[in-house]
């Protein structure tokens, strides 16, 4: 419970803690940041580290003066790159055998049958489009992995997903995050980012669910 508390804490209070470590490690910074996006989007242990809420405060905390924006961009959009690029290729050699543990807190096998659903409805562009969901976008290139689509066309979705994943949270904490009511509310949008970025996995879970009991005798 006690970690629990301390992971909430730290996903509200981002900007404080972002700041803290900017002050005690100055530009390495950049490291610790481009190791977080690396490990949310290369390894499918890490799905729960914060994504989408962490650009835009890295995006709010950059407009201080404290780190250059545009080597933000750069450096997590090559975390966000590399860390698919991995991912993929963990999931092509490895495959689906380390999913066959049920109730595995790891290796949930429902977060794979949720990513499949994804491909099943957008096909290749899921990689581009699960940038902007999280979990799936951990399982994305996993799943992109396991059913050997054609590298090319993977880098190609993967190279501009980062680009825009990356580019839009960021940028838009830079020129939006240091707004007096945004940041008077800075807890209240973060919760507004996560919320948003998980309501498509919520409506997808509830029509499946409503599927299943349609069929249900």
């Known amino acids: 419970m006690e970690i629990l508390t301390g992971f909430i804490d730290i996903v509200l209070h981002l900007d404080v803690h972002l700041q803290r470590l900017v002050a005690d490690y100055g530009t390495w910074i950049y490291l610790i940041l481009f190791l977080i996006i690396f490990c949310e989007t290369g390894l499918v242990v890490t799905p729960f580290l ?43 050699y490895i495959g689906p055998r380390i999913f066959t543990r049920k109730g595995s807190l790891l290796f949930n096998p429902a977060h794979l049958e949720r990513t499949s659903r994804f491909y099943e409805k957008y096909g290749g562009k899921t990689v581009l489009i699960a940038r902007f969901v999280p979990i799936v976008r951990t399982f994305a290139p996993f799943v992109a992995g396991i059913g050997r689509m054609a590298y090319v066309r993977f880098l190609a979705y993967s190279f501009a997903g980062a680009i825009l994943w990356i580019g839009s949270l960021t940028y838009a904490g830079y020129f939006f995050g240091n707004l007096p009511i945004i940041r008077d509310n800075l807890s209240i949008v973060i919760i507004a980012i996560v919320v948003i970025s998980i309501m498509p996995g919520v409506i997808e879970f509830l029509r499946s669910r409503r599927r299943r009991q349609g069929l249900a005798p």
């Open 50 to 92: 914060p994504g989408d809420s962490l650009l835009f405060v890295a995006g709010t905390v950059a407009a201080g003066g404290a780190m250059d924006v545009h080597t933000l961009f750069l450096i997590l959009a090559a975390a966000s790159f590399s860390g698919d690029n991995t991912n993929y290729w963990i999931g092509r």
